[in-house]
């Protein structure tokens, strides 16, 4: 019995530390979190109901600033409507690609590994230096994307300074650092066992069949 005891008290004491440990490593994430994000918010709501300008005190002037941005500021729906432009053209069209990539790079082709890392890297880059890589890519006059273009003999457009063209080029930066996406799709198809997909090709399902079996079962998990 004490030596049963004693074992219990074991787990739990190293259950214990391992928690201690966990929160360890989380907490440095928790801070950021709290500094970075979630105090910028609450303290943006706070001030979206006041008239502030840096220099002087807040004053609490309520829903004075939403009114006057509704029903008097024109560039507010403008801003909305781009918004939604983006958003409809920028998510499914982010999901697709990712998806294409997860199940690409989830074949057992030689350096496949080379490869994901690759697609993975542009993820970690932060935002102002690839806003900045794209900038250079798409500039008017020395870009590359304008080079190629010229070199095949089309007529490059200004693809920050036309408005047909400002909203798919954002949706193109906004690609550049999908590799998130493509790993969590990629988490997802590799939990699925490679004998299912082989008894299902067996079954004589095709490779569209084949991926609708993968992506419900991806979907569940």
Known sequence: MAA???KRRGRS???RREAVAGYLFVFPWLIALLVFSAYPVLAALFFSFTEYNIL???EWVGLQNYQAMLS???SFWTGVGNSAVYAV???PLTLAVSLALALVLSTRATGIGFYRTVFYLPSLTPPVAGAV???LLFSPNQGLVNAALGFLGLRPPDWFLDPAWAK???VILHLWGLGSAVLIFLAGLKEIPQTYLEAAAIDGANAWQRFGTSWCRCSRR
Do not use: Y
């Open 89 to 91: 053209m920028a998510v």
């Open 72 to 74: 008097e500021d024109p």
């Open 168 to 170: 798919p080029t954002l």
């Open 133 to 135: 890589v794209f900038m």
């Open 56 to 58: 002087q005190p807040p």
């Open 4 to 6: 049963v005891t004693t």
């Open 13 to 15: 004491s190293l259950r």
